[in-house]
T-cell receptor, first 117, second 114 residues
Framework: AQKITQTQPGMFVQEKEAVTLDCTYDTSDQSYGLFWYKQPSSGEMIFLIYQGSYDEQNATEGRYSLNFQKARKSANLVISASQLGDSAMYFCAMREGSTDSWGKFQFGAGTQVVVTP | DVKVTQSSRYLVKRTGEKVFLECVQDMDHENMFWYRQDPGLGLRLIYFSYDVKMKEKGDIPEGYSVSREKKERFSLILESASTNQTSMYLC????WGRGDTEAFFGQGTRLTVV
């Protein structure tokens, strides 16, 4: 069964606007981590932001913030003030585990973002 | 600067060939992963390893095997390449026991099987 669901295959956003990328996850574990990655056309995977399941505050990293709604099992990425360089594929990922035993990273299908002038 | 290096950026092989994809990391990470990326399917885990000579199957191991003889090197082997294995292959590593640490990726190998 799909553990990470990204329902938006593609999105257009205007420069300087904010954009929200949806991510829902499925787990019965209490302890897990959520990650967002950016993949530009060059193919490299760039880590953006992390949210732990026990973190009470939403994670933020510069223009990136993670809207974490634990009860809904959603971890949406918000990019504020979009720039042309934000055009890329974005992946949501989850890792289940605890203490010193952490499993594999599981990824969603991705959302292609195109920022227009 | 942390680094995961994959041996080839682009590779073209013939059907039936045995193909080796190599991955080396310099971060002393225990965990290493091989993913396959296809449009609309995201990244799917082929195999992962949490220690030297240890390996576990991921979601799509059929047609692949792996080798980890040294901590820094994790090899993906296509025993007999087929056209449906044409894809982007991504190697990643992460430290043991750190659930809050991201996976570090190599630059990817785009494999075409003809």
């Amino acid at each position: 069964a799909q553990k990470i669901t990204q329902t938006q295959p593609g999105m257009f956003v205007q420069e300087k606007e904010a954009v929200t990328l949806d991510c829902t996850y499925d787990t019965s574990d209490q302890s897990y981590g959520l990650f967002w990655y950016k993949q530009p056309s060059s193919g490299e995977m760039i880590f953006l932001i992390y949210q732990g399941s026990y973190d009470e505050q939403n994670a933020t990293e510069g223009r990136y913030s993670l809207n974490f709604q634990k009860a809904r099992k959603s971890a949406n990425l918000v990019i504020s003030a979009s720039q042309l360089g934000d055009s890329a594929m974005y992946f949501c990922a989850m890792r289940e585990g605890s203490t010193d035993s952490w499993g594999k990273f599981q990824f969603g299908a991705g959302t292609q973002v195109v920022v227009t002038p | 600067d942390v680094k995961v290096t994959q041996s080839s950026r682009y590779l073209v092989k013939r059907t039936g060939e045995k193909v080796f994809l190599e991955c080396v990391q310099d971060m002393d990470h225990e965990n290493m992963f091989w993913y396959r990326q296809d449009p609309g399917l995201g990244l799917r885990l082929i195999y992962f390893s949490y220690d030297v000579k240890m390996k576990e199957k991921g979601d799509i191991p059929e047609g692949y095997s792996v080798s980890r003889e040294k901590k820094e090197r994790f090899s993906l082997i296509l025993e007999s390449a087929s056209t449906n294995q044409t894809s982007m292959y991504l190697c990643a590593s992460s430290p043991w026991g750190r659930g809050d640490t991201e996976a570090f990726f190599g630059q990817g190998t785009r494999l075409t099987v003809v």
